[in-house]
């Protein structure tokens, strides 16, 4: 496929668990990026890659959220001791260089916390 | 704080008709501009993006307008048809640097037969 791919597209889990979301971007795409987005609003930056490395990562909530991009394609958005407010859609996006290139969205994981 | 937002959480309009969707921005450092289009169940959908330094960008059957003077920007959606139903959202950046995209809360259109 051509687009952006994450998995699981529906992930439930208990409060204080541990969960991981992948997304594999368009190939050949550099940059890479995680927004959640809340029933009814618009998506927000969690971070960005531009290669292996974050960039930016300034819109993590908090140290029970990483994400990782070890080789510089797939990455993984790693939650730690989830609570029932990181429910949402999480939504990974890439884009040509991460500059002056559209960002394309995935789908996104819908995350309920029970 | 400064942020994006939409004049109209919702808009009907018949089918075949013009749409036109409207949005606000208060940062007046952004100089990149983009709408996107989300269906139910999708992520968002880019349809056209525009930078400060233009004030008109066309594409297929949709137009962005963008007002620096009053930071305003509109998408012109013509001849609008059933799958043209969507939320849309505008959102605002900086070129040329992290593509951090800040989001207005969107606005659902909806095309009547």
């Known amino acids: 496929g051509a687009g952006v791919s994450q998995t699981p597209s529906n992930k439930v889990t208990e409060k204080g668990k541990y969960v991981e979301l992948r997304c594999d971007p368009i190939?050949?795409?550099?940059?890479l990026y995680w927004y959640r987005q809340s029933l009814g609003q618009g998506p927000e930056f969690l971070i960005y890659?531009?290669?292996?490395?974050?960039?930016?990562d300034s819109g993590l909530p908090n140290d029970r959220f990483f994400a990782v991009r070890p080789e510089g394609s797939v990455s993984t958005l790693k939650i730690q001791r989830t609570e029932r407010g990181d429910s949402a859609v999480y939504l990974c996006?890439?884009?040509?260089?991460?500059?002056?290139?559209?960002?394309?969205f995935g789908n996104g994981t819908r995350l309920t916390v029970t | 704080g400064e942020s994006v937002g939409l004049h109209l959480p919702t808009l009907s309009v018949q089918e075949g008709d013009n749409s036109i969707i409207n949005c606000a921005y208060s940062?007046?450092?952004?100089?990149?501009f983009i709408w996107y289009k989300q269906e139910s169940g999708k992520g968002p959908q880019f349809i056209i993006d525009?930078?400060?330094?233009?004030d008109k960008r066309q594409g297929q059957r949709v137009t962005v307008l963008l007002n620096k003077t009053v930071k305003h920007l509109s998408l012109q959606i013509a001849a609008t048809q059933p799958g043209d139903s969507a939320v849309y959202f505008c959102a605002e950046g900086s070129s040329g640097s992290a593509r951090q995209l800040t989001f207005g809360s969107g606005t659902q259109l909806t095309v009547l037969p």
């Open positions: 890659f531009q290669g292996t490395g974050a960039a930016d």
């Open positions: 996006a890439s884009s040509l260089d991460g500059a002056d290139s559209p960002l394309h």
């Open positions: 525009i930078r400060s330094n233009m």
């Open positions: 190939s050949g795409h550099t940059a």
């Open positions: 940062n007046s450092a952004s100089d990149y």
